[in-house]
């Protein structure tokens, strides 16, 4: 009797231990091409990533609305139409859910902040998804209009507009201010997301991190954007 307990409590001890490895992450699943990702940021921020990669797959039309705008973004990539409509109903749940993404970005952050204002329909078509979004304040139709043209932006330009900022209607933005948002060691001096400690560079002395290569080359490029002495 002694046995048959021995040996099921060992069997059960390998079954969990095979459940417990299928649960984990793989090294590099869910990664964008070529932006050196880990799984250190949520699922949607690295879908983000990857879609700012391939950006060149994806076609994007915008109809503007009394109201709000509709937009309709696909891909004839699989790959990438999956992530299209995983992105948007993510985007759709964090509005809901008031949970704001590119906080650092003034537009971003505005949007979120009316987000009880907003109404969103989303629908899935062959290769991508339409999206309406509207309201009743015309000041978060506004913003609605803006955040449309933002990210067609991202369509079009891919990696390169990943960290501008954009102004809130009707506001100019200061070109060539500090826009640094991290301490570069717990939090990405470009974006203040967590960093990948994978992903770093010397700066007046010091090693800073990064979430990602991306933001690491912005930084290099105008370090005084992004780094303070």
Same mark, same amino acid.
């Given at each position: 009797m002694?046995? &048959?307990?021995?040996?099921?409590? +060992?069997? =059960?001890?390998i079954s969990l231990g095979a459940v417990t490895a299928q649960a984990q992450p793989q090294q590099g699943q869910g990664r964008g091409m070529g932006m050196g990702m880990r799984g250190n940021q949520p699922q949607d921020m690295r879908t983000i990533h990857t879609l700012f990669d391939e950006h060149k797959k994806i076609t994007r039309t915008i109809k503007p609305l009394a109201n709000g705008v509709e937009t309709v973004t696909e891909s004839d990539d699989p790959r990438v139409k999956a992530l299209l409509v995983e992105h948007s109903w993510a985007?759709? @749940?964090? =509005?809901e859910n008031k949970q704001p993404i590119r906080q650092w970005d003034p537009l971003f952050a505005e949007l979120f902040k009316h987000a009880d204002k907003i109404k969103m329909e989303l629908t899935n078509t062959a290769k991508g998804v339409k999206v309406? $979004?509207?309201?009743? %304040?015309?000041?978060?139709?506004? =913003? +609605?209009? *803006?955040?449309?043209?933002?990210?067609? $932006? /991202? #369509?079009? $330009?891919?990696?390169?507009?990943?960290?501008?900022?954009?102004? =809130?209607?009707? $506001?100019?933005?200061?070109?060539? *201010? /500090?826009?640094? @948002?991290?301490?570069? +060691?717990?939090?990405?001096?470009?974006?203040?997301?967590? #960093?990948?400690? %994978?992903? &770093?560079?010397?700066?007046?002395?010091?090693?800073?991190?990064?979430?990602c290569e991306s933001c690491r080359d912005a930084a290099r490029k105008n370090p005084e954007r992004y780094i303070k002495p």
């Open positions: 002694l046995r &048959k307990i021995w040996y099921f409590s +060992i069997a =059960l001890m985007m759709k @749940k964090r =509005l309406v $979004e509207t309201s009743t %304040d015309a000041y978060v139709v506004k =913003l +609605i209009q *803006a955040h449309a043209a933002g990210v067609s $932006e /991202f #369509v079009r $330009e891919g990696v390169s507009v990943m960290h501008k900022e954009h102004p =809130l209607p009707g $506001e100019k933005k200061e070109e060539g *201010a /500090f826009i640094g @948002k991290g301490d570069g +060691i717990e939090s990405c001096p470009v974006t203040g997301e967590p #960093v990948n400690k %994978d992903i &770093k560079f010397g700066f007046y002395g010091r090693t800073v991190y990064f979430c």
